[in-house]
């Protein structure tokens, strides 16, 4: 509502001064709506399907963009263009009445009978039995996992491993940013039609997504991102080499990267809702689409440099992708592993990973006991066990 309702006044304002005002109250509202809903359908699956979900989130995403410029090409009247790409985001306010609330949300937030009537409401529409002791278990999950009173994005910087990795999915999301945006304002330097450019940088975000899903569930987020920037920045210098060539050649290469750098955006996102705890999922979130969109607004002088040498925004997104490239190596391997709930469970959260260590997807699992000792170090992998707790009298819990 507020995207839409400020999106339309930023049309019919005349002074400067409100142009700027609507333009921020209707632009405020964009990161909640692509990260929230996103998060909400997450918090909702099981691990197998959360790179299907963010694949058919930028899918969509893909769609969008490439009909973008044939709608600006056939409108070629900015008002036309506004009411075209406003006036839809009506039919999302109807999310309200058929998106459920996450469960792990409302369980974070000791809402007990909510996240007790909501289960019971999943499980009857998927054709589930509800499971027996159903209140008296989500009490006790609330009793393990809500010890901290949550004060928002502030306390991810609380923890030493929770903070370091707030910072690098942070610089991460940023580096992302950056470069998708960069890259693509810099169409308007590329040789040819510019709507046709921006089509197919567009369209490439398809195959792009579908390469994404397939590295993401099996060669694992930690390297399919940290190698996607790596090729990204590659064909960044390489197309510093093709400026005065064919222009075929140059659009190729920009492809390529394009291609990438996508790649890497959509894992990003992954492990943004993976990484983080389910109580500060949407501030951290948040937190790094903040700081990446405070840096994104550089995005276009990037661009603008290629007036003063053609070769200085490559040289600049090289630089950004090599950034990216050694602080995702420094996530760990998220791959069909259990969501953390807390903070203390973020901060031991795949703690025992080694930096040179690769963990695609397993064609089969082991059986290990796991102690509560060794659950609270980080010693054991979640993802790729089937677990039995057991107490200190060795009876199974």
């Known amino acids: 509502m507020m995207y839409t309702v400020f999106g339309l006044v930023r049309l019919y304002v005349t002074s400067y001064e409100w142009i700027m005002i609507t333009m921020f109250l209707a632009s405020t509202s964009y990161p909640p709506i692509l990260e929230l809903s996103y998060i909400i359908v997450l918090e909702q699956v099981s691990p197998g399907w959360r790179t299907r979900i963010s694949s058919t989130t930028f899918i969509l995403w893909t769609f969008g963009m490439s009909f973008l410029p044939l709608i600006a090409w056939l409108s070629r009247d900015w008002f036309t263009l506004g009411l075209i790409t406003t006036v839809p985001s009506f039919v999302s306010v109807l999310a309200w009445w058929f998106l459920p609330e996450s469960p792990r949300w409302l369980l974070s937030c000791n809402r007990l009978k909510e996240t007790v009537d909501l289960l019971r409401t ?69 040789s040819g039609n510019e709507f046709i450019n921006f089509f197919l940088l567009s369209i490439t975000e398809l195959p792009s997504t579908v390469l994404a899903w397939w590295g993401a569930s099996y060669i694992g987020r930690r390297w399919t991102e940290a190698g996607c920037f790596l090729m990204a920045s590659v064909c960044a210098v390489i197309a510093i080499f093709t400026l005065n060539s064919a222009v075929w050649l140059n659009i190729s290469i920009h492809i390529l990267s394009k291609l990438f750098i996508t ?92 930096y040179f260590s690769y963990k695609g997807k397993r064609p089969c699992t082991k059986k290990v006991v796991v102690n509560e000792t060794s659950r609270l170090r980080g010693e054991v992998n979640l993802a790729h066990s089937e677990i039995n707790i057991s107490n200190t009298n060795g009876k199974d819990d």
């Not at 999950?141 to 903070?163: D, M, P, W």
């Not at 999922?281 to 995005?299: E, H, I, K, Q, Y």
Request: hydrophobic share 40%; aromatic share 14%.
């Open 263 to 354: 790649m890497s955006y959509l894992v990003v996102y992954i492990q943004c809702a993976e990484i983080y705890p389910t109580t500060h999922r949407a501030a951290g979130t948040g937190l790094s689409s903040l700081v990446a969109s405070t840096f994104g607004t550089t995005a276009p002088y990037i661009a603008f440099l290629a007036d003063r040498n053609p070769w200085i925004p490559y040289v600049i997104l090289f630089s950004i992708g090599t950034l990216g490239f050694l602080c995702s190596s420094f996530l760990p391997e998220t791959l069909d592993a259990d969501l953390p709930q807390s903070l203390m469970d973020a901060n031991t959260f795949l703690a025992s990973e080694k």
């Open 122 to 190: 999943i499980a009857q529409r998927n054709g589930r039995p509800v499971p027996e002791k159903l209140e008296e278990t989500v009490q006790v999950l609330a009793n393990t996992h809500n010890t901290e009173k949550n004060y928002g994005f502030i306390q991810l910087f609380k923890y030493s491993k929770v903070r370091m990795r707030t910072l690098l999915l942070t610089v991460n999301y940023t580096c992302n940013n950056l470069f998708y945006y960069g890259l693509s304002y810099n169409t308007t330097n590329m």
